[in-house]
């Protein structure tokens, strides 16, 4: 199939499989929402038994240790790293054999040494070594050298953005991202598109845009809402409920809404804490 699952059941349902191959889509999300932890779930999902896909998770903020150890963790449901040294380590080896049925690749760099051009020598010295990815992770694209002869740094970011879809496209592999969203967005109900804190084209140029929305109340509960605010060709607005577990850096949907069904359930929940008058 040309579909990749997101591992997200019901957001796959809505999607009708996944994501394509040949396209770029974005987590948006104030600093420190879980960025990283979004894209480490999808990356799990890609490679697992559903999808069977081969992920290139390319780090430029976060070593690609730590990156691994988030990734352990998720897939043995429990942490994986005590006072530095790596203990459950047969907990995650036979999670791993269990769940992945694809293979998943880190590789790090520097920030704001990796160009496009790099990346594509990066990716043909894989295929000479008989490995081709079917999804790459770019964590994140902002942490990209870009080409300064375009311009500004909004017009640079752009240009690089869309050379990534472009070799979304020309690869066809699916390309995940995460971009920043400015810190009026931290704490609020909906995070939307003009909330993002970079370059607007990034939002024009990507096939889908999911922003991380969490209240403060959400985030001492554990959960999570998705809002899908624009997805290519499809209906765009709706949200999806996730339970998150930070210290094993996973996310589990448990249900999509409409916004006027978000809505709903919210009103619901505030009558029910409302208290009884006499």
């Known amino acids: 199939s040309d579909r990749i699952s997101t591992g997200m059941h019901y957001v796959d349902q809505r999607l009708g499989g996944g994501i394509s191959r040949g396209e770029y889509w974005l987590f948006v999300g104030p600093p420190g929402i879980g960025k990283t932890r979004a894209l480490v779930n999808v990356g799990i999902g890609a490679a697992s038994l559903l999808s069977k896909a081969n992920v290139l998770h390319v780090t430029l903020e976060m070593s690609a240790k730590k990156v691994a150890r988030r990734y352990a963790s998720r897939l043995a449901g429990q942490v994986i790293e005590r006072d530095g040294e790596v203990i459950f380590k047969q907990a995650f080896e036979r999670s791993a054999a269990m769940k992945l049925r694809g293979s998943i690749v880190i ?159 919210k009103q619901e929940k505030s009558e029910k804490a409302l208290p009884i008058m006499s």
């Open 107 to 265: 590789k790090q760099y520097p920030n704001k040494r990796l160009t496009h051009s790099e990346l594509n020598r990066y990716l043909d010295m894989l295929a000479m070594e008989g490995y081709n990815p079917d999804v790459i992770i770019m964590d994140y694209p902002t942490n990209m050298k870009h080409n300064t002869s375009v311009g500004d740094y909004r017009h640079q970011l752009a240009d690089t953005t869309e050379e990534l879809r472009g070799t979304a496209v020309e690869r066809d592999i699916a390309m995940w991202a995460a971009a920043q969203a400015n810190r009026g967005a931290l704490y609020k109900e909906l995070v939307d598109l003009d909330d993002v804190a970079e370059c607007w084209d990034q939002m024009a140029t990507a096939d889908g845009v999911i922003t991380i929305c969490q209240t403060k109340i959400e985030k001492v509960e554990g959960w999570q809402r998705f809002h899908f605010a624009k997805v290519r060709e499809e209906d765009s607005g709706w949200i999806a409920r996730c339970k998150v577990a930070p210290i094993i850096h996973s996310l589990e949907c448990v249900e999509c809404l409409s916004l006027g069904e978000y809505l709903e359930l």
